[in-house]
């Protein structure tokens, strides 16, 4: 996740996964238990999200061509 710039909306990057045919960025509120929020992002791997990276925690999870979905992985600030 990009922290570079100061502004509302939040840049997520990652690596290709092997066999996904889309991506979903996901995210909750800092207090939540399950992720509230999905932004499907298709094939690539760089997706904004016009969410604030303030209060919420993002994830990001792989769809495979028949829709199974990946365990979100919780992005690492980028500098």
């Known amino acids: 996740m990009q922290t570079k710039n ?3 909306d939040s840049t997520l990057t990652w690596e290709p996964s092997a066999g996904a045919a889309a991506y979903e960025v996901v995210w909750r509120a800092t207090n939540a238990a ?3 929020f999905v932004q499907t992002v298709g094939s690539g791997t760089r997706a904004t999200v016009k969410v604030s990276k303030d209060n919420v925690i993002f994830g990001v999870r792989a769809v495979d061509a028949v829709g199974h979905r990946s365990l979100p992985v ?5 500098r």
């Open 6 to 8: 100061l502004d509302n």
């Open 34 to 36: 399950d992720w509230e």
């Open 74 to 78: 919780v992005p690492e600030p980028e």
